[in-house]
């Protein structure tokens, strides 16, 4: 008996047909990128679709100057811009109460009416008329504690009442000097005096 023959057949492609199937796939891959390119141009950079470049013109305009030397050129000298430095501004006076509660005056002003309560003196004629009445009192210190000023701004309507308070003020004259923080050279104060009876007759 005959032993079986196994026939193995390689393919050996031609030339021509090689080139063919390479050809394809060359005009296949074009055609596929450009229809890539012309769906996607506007999101894809390209420079033969760039337009021109637009330049712009700016100007800056600096605020006038009424200081500057025409003459002097701009230099790069950083301490001839620099602003001279000026004291704060202090103020010549301000008007506090003896209850304020502004931090730069509180320990003053406690001192002041303390002071000032300790003089105070509700008038025997006043109590054995049973007047009662409330009035404002606006007195003025210079730097060294001196009162300087004193008027009634709000009076109660008794005589003896108003000048009860403004005794006291003078009695308790004059005060210490103004605290080294106080900066002013004249102090106004509002002082309120309420005579009130705890029992009647």
């Known amino acids: 008996m005959a032993p ?11 030339p021509f047909r090689f080139g063919k199937t390479i050809k394809v796939c060359l005009i296949a891959s074009f055609l596929f990128h450009a229809v890539g390119i012309l769906a996607f141009h506007d999101a894809i950079h390209l420079s033969w679709t760039m337009e021109e470049s637009r330049t712009y013109k700016v100007d800056l305009i600096r605020a006038p100057v009424d200081d500057l030397d025409p003459d002097k050129k701009p230099g790069a ?107 002013v050279k004249r102090l106004n104060i509002q002082a309120s005096f309420d005579y009130r009876l705890t029992g009647k007759r």
Not at 4 to 14: F, K, Q
Not at 87 to 116: C, E, F, H, M, N
Not at 156 to 183: M, N, Q
């Open 77 to 183: 000298d950083i301490s001839e811009t620099k602003e001279e430095s000026k004291p704060p501004p202090t103020l010549d006076q301000d008007t506090i109460s003896l209850d304020t509660k502004d931090k730069r005056y509180v320990s003053y002003a406690t001192l002041i009416k303390g002071r000032i309560g300790s003089q105070w003196r509700y008038p025997s004629a006043a109590r054995d008329r049973l007047i009662e009445g409330e009035l404002m009192v606006l007195f003025s210190l210079v730097k060294e504690g001196e009162v300087i000023e004193i008027r009634v701004i709000n009076p109660s309507g008794y005589d003896v009442l108003d000048e009860e308070a403004v005794r006291a003020i003078k009695a308790a004259a004059p005060f210490p000097p103004f605290p080294d923080h106080v900066t």
């Open 4 to 14: 079986e023959t196994i026939r193995i057949t390689l393919y050996d492609p031609s």
